[in-house]
């Protein structure tokens, strides 16, 4: 009871520590940190320190001098570097805390993808008491996704949610407040960039940095043909010639660079809707899929998967922030309702 009371006091944080970006929700404030999920460390006579996180550290990301190297610690929705994530949640946590007026020890919700293993869910755990939180929980990514892009999942009837971030693509089908059926392919954001660097080395024999895929990604990429053709000037080094050359791209050429991981992601939700039961499928078919996470605003997706699955597809409202508000929400449901209601081990 003194445990509940203390929590009435304090304030609850949700966490979505994606693989691009992290986002941290508090209730009555909303999103008050996001950030890339990016750390550089400057090694110096033989010692490790961290030189910047966050957004100063993805600015340096492929511009680093030879003693800082910019990393990305979770890498195709896994934790590649326990250490470094530990570092950077710490650091997220503390800014949290210096900019506005949170308990020095709250309770942590941390969003986790479905096919996390024990150990990462474990290091996430220790990660966050490390970092200053007095109770950790964890909840799956694509039940926070729903619940923050609004879905009725307390409901005896089916809702589906498909999560596209930078490392992965969390599929899940809801009902009852309990994950049905789910599925994590590592699909996201990050597979459209590296397919565009590809493209453009193949096709226009010059090097383009991550980056630069992104930006190509978000100005003029898209997942169907449309009608209008969008284009965009960009410079890479020419391979053969060893030296910068400028050269446009077009909509179509990125729509033909994305077709394999776009292809994945459409078999990866047929297989959801093959393997959910009938009473469910049929809800989804009336109700449609719901579209979460940055890889939802890849242009025209939703046409892509309405085609495809023969359903209506909607992409949610602020679909970048979907995980975090949902997992704030959670929160507040587990508070009336018990603490077992949605976390995991
Ligand atoms: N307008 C846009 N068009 C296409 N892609 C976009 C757009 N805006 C953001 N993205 C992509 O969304 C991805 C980030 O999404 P999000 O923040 O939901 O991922 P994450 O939660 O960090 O990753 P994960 O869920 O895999 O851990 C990046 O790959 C980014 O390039």
Redesign the pocket.
Known sequence: MFKRLRGMFSTDLSI????????IYVKDRGIVLDEP?VVAIRQQNGAKSVAAVGMDAKRMLGRTPGNITAIRP?K??VIADFHVTEKMLQHFIHKVHENSFITPSPRVLVCV?CKSTQVERKAIKESALGAGAREVYLIE?AMAAAIGAGLPVEEASGSMVV????????IAIISLNGIVYSDSVRV???K??EAIVTYVRRNYGSLIGEATA?RI??EI?CAFPGKELLEIDVRGRNLAEGVPRSFTLNSSEILEALQEPLSQIVSAVKSALEQSPPELASDIAERGLVL????????D?DMLLAEESGLPVIVAED??T??ARGGGKAMEMMDKSGFDMFSVD
């Open positions: 979505d520590l994606g693989t691009a970006n992290t986002l999920s979770l195709d929705g993808p990514e999560d596209i971030g930078g490392g992965t693509t969390e996201g954001g990050d459209f960039d992104e990604k978000q990429g979460t996470g940055g890889g939802a605003l890849l242009r997706l679909p970048l979907c995980v």
